[in-house]
């Protein structure tokens, strides 16, 4: 089937590590996609739901200690720990390999080896990668044919370029003390056991489209992102392209999807990706991206008709659903959806289940995995070979009193320093301690597959290479009063914010320099159909020297971290920051 050389003799390499009965190969077709439910529904992976309410649907129940990633168990195997960096996991590659050969010999006894061929980004696209995961899960193998393009389509992409991302998968017995992330940068290749997890198990995923792309973007010269990529047409039919990074819990997939308000009439938001950008400078000196995923793997609690109603529109039909709610009609239901529990079901871990039991039915990190072609406000460019131009970049947490709503940053490496030190305040549900601040640059720390200080450098230097970089911002929806109320809508009403942002790309507004950046004026925010008062608008556009001090205190300790390898680029934004702070008293924009 493959006429591959090198990728023959790897998969028979790997077959005869891991000695399944029987490895097949997969085309991506429609038949293979029906055959292999009938067989997942035989094996147990799979339950079929109601076809009338929910076509095409299936729901899947993970083992209890497999529902998500394993950070304490993702590896960056490179030849020096100072290559992996402070902030991620490191094993040599020799010892990697040796600790997860023992694991994979035999362990597909009994079982089918499949085998994937699939491609993130546009076939035919500059930007697209090609890799093959070999697992021994039927779960795994209908997601990846939803989150990438698999099967013939990437073994022609094969022929063309050679190159491809070995990515070996099993899911073992599925116990947490025999259970590796291992990711070779310099091998192109991911070793995956012991989870069924997606983030640890869909290695197309954050494995390959941010741990292996971005160091192959900093060898390569491109970036590979945690952001998602929208589009805004504006009244007068101009589409302009963003790319936003958020830390999880910040609203990120409610942005990708966004739905303007009543009071803009005339905008326009098309989604391109929600989670992961690839972007390289075009021809003409501008940055473009790509969304190398073709699916959406979302969180599922608290997604409503409310919160997201193109989220919930595009999982109506060929939706996997992970550890929520099934209801005894053969629907199914997660707490935040919106609608009335249902009287009886099975919950996430296989119990029964009703609602006055008291306990959540659905895992909070439960999922849904749908075709991104489903979505309503899908971009008609969002598989375009060359991607889409981007404008402006914004980077963003939750932070309930420092940072205003929106500001500009100064240039492309002032922008780089604000997105290397953002963060997010945790709130109850997520930790014991609310309101602790945890930095998280560019929304990476997770998932940057080298050293993050060199990855910093490697923002400044695409700087030098981008003739007619976008413009970076930085937002914050999540403002607070004094008495802990959020200033700001949010929702919708966000597009406020990004019409402030993609004016000032024109040079349409001016704003007002401030120590931190230039933010807007009241008067240039479009506030119509909003009863804000004054004092509240002044609020969200207010900076407080004294607060920002002790703020960079605290990026300054960050960066201790990295030592010497940190840029001093960001030594000296510290130190411009601190002394324009200083020369200012607390500034009300207005």
């Known amino acids: 089937m493959v006429q591959n050389d090198k990728a023959a003799a790897w998969v028979e390499e790997m077959a005869a590590l891991c000695q399944p009965d029987q490895v097949v190969w997969c085309d991506g077709s429609d038949e293979e996609k029906e055959r292999f439910y009938e067989l997942s529904l035989k094996t147990g992976e799979f339950q079929r739901l109601d076809q009338e309410k929910l076509p095409g649907c299936y729901y899947h129940r993970s083992a209890q200690n497999d529902v998500a990633r394993t950070e304490h168990l993702t590896f960056i195997c490179t030849p020096t720990e100072r290559e992996a960096g402070p902030t991620n996991n490191w094993m040599a590659p020799d010892a990697a390999y040796e600790k997860l050969r023992a694991l994979f010999n035999g362990c597909m006894k009994g079982r089918t080896m499949y085998v994937i061929p699939f491609i993130m980004g546009p076939p035919g696209s500059p930007f697209c990668e090609v890799g093959i995961q070999l697992t021994d899960s039927l779960y795994v193998v209908q997601n990846m044919r939803m989150m990438t393009r698999m099967g013939n389509v990437a073994l022609e992409q094969l022929r063309t370029n050679g190159k491809f991302t070995e990515c070996l998968h099993s899911n073992g017995e599925l116990d947490i003390d025999r259970r ?23 290695l197309g995923k954050k494995c390959l489209s941010l741990r292996i792309a971005s160091y192959l973007g900093r060898k390569e010269q491109w970036m590979a992102e945690h ?4 589009g805004v047409e504006d009244p007068q039919g101009n589409t302009s392209y963003i790319a936003a990074a958020f830390p999880s819990a910040c609203g990120k997939t409610n942005l990708a999807m966004l739905i303007p308000p009543d009071s803009m009439p005339g905008y326009k938001v098309y989604t391109v990706g929600d989670d992961i950008a690839w972007l390289r400078v075009g021809p003409d000196g501008r940055l473009w991206a790509i969304n190398p995923e073709a699916g959406f793997f979302g969180v599922l609690p608290g997604t409503s008709m409310k919160t997201n109603p193109n989220a919930m529109l595009t999982m109506k039909k060929n939706t996997i659903f992970t550890n929520v709610v099934k209801a005894d009609d053969n629907t199914v239901w997660w707490e935040g959806m919106g609608v009335d529990p249902p009287a ?34 899908m971009s008609s460019h969002w598989e375009d070979p060359q991607g889409v131009p981007i404008s402006a970049i914004f980077f963003g947490g939750r932070r309930s009193h420092l940072t205003p709503l929106i500001y500009e940053t100064l240039d492309w490496n002032h922008g780089t320093f604000v997105g290397a030190t953002m963060g997010s305040e945790t709130t109850a549900a997520a930790t014991s301690a609310s309101g602790v ?38 937002v914050n929806w999540f403002k607070k009063d004094d008495e802990g109320n959020y200033l700001w809508p949010g929702f919708g009403d966000n597009l406020r914010a990004l019409e402030w942002a993609l004016k000032r790309c024109r040079d349409e507004v001016e704003g007002t320099e401030t120590p931190i950046g230039r933010l807007p004026r009241a008067q240039e925010l479009n506030l119509s159909g909003l009863d804000l008062p004054g004092d509240t608008v002044e609020q969200l556009l207010t900076v407080d020297p004294d607060a920002w001090l002790e703020e960079v205190e605290g990026i300054e300790e960050f960066f201790q971290k990295f030592g010497d390898d940190l840029p001093q680029e960001f030594r000296d934004q510290a130190e411009n920051l601190k002394r324009r702070l200083k020369a200012q008293e607390k500034i009300p924009v207005s």
């Open 344 to 377: 009886h079901g099975t919950d996430w871990k296989g119990d029964e289940w009703t609602p006055e039991r008291g306990e959540k039915g659905a895992h909070p990190n439960s999922r849904f995995t749908a075709p991104a072609a489903q979505c309503p406000v």
């Open 437 to 474: 601040l945890r930095r998280d640059p560019m929304a990476m720390l997770p998932f940057c597959g080298y050293n993050m200080a060199d990855y910093f450098h490697h923002w400044l230097e695409m700087g030098k290479r981008i003739p007619h970089p976008p413009k970076i911002f930085n």
């Open 180 to 202: 590796y992330i291992c990711h070779f940068p310099q091998d192109n290749r991911i070793w995956s056991f012991g989870s069924g997890y997606g983030g640890n198990a869909l």
């Open 227 to 230: 952001m998602l990529i929208l």
